[in-house]
């Protein structure tokens, strides 16, 4: 399984990627050091969307808070960057994509990132990782 992760980036050109307590999502929790992750620089933060491909490095867990009954699981990842992006993909070009069940990568991209705009690490299927890699 590949990987997607939309955070705030401050340098999109590094050679390695650090993200704290990233929120995760669609299976998102499941990343492992060796997996493919496509970064996106969120747009919340003055990002542009796609910018690298990448193999994680490492991956922890953050233990959940006591006393909290609903939290989503986050995780920390440490990734090396292999591939940066030759063309952008974004919300610009992804939010015409709205029809949740027509099995396009685009859609899927739309729907996991920007229907609800937070910023987190997503499972992505072998088709959009397929799609993703053409922008390398």
Known sequence: MAFAIKTEIREPRAKAFTFAAQKTMYGGKL???????FVFASENEGGNGLIARGIVISAEAVPRKAGIARQTPRVGIAVRCVALARQPLGRDQLKRFKVWDDGRPETE???KFYRQATNKI???TDQTAAFLERFF
């Open 31 to 37: 990343i492992v050091a060796g997996d493919v992750v």
């Open 109 to 111: 991209l739309n729907f």
């Open 122 to 124: 997503v499972g992505i």
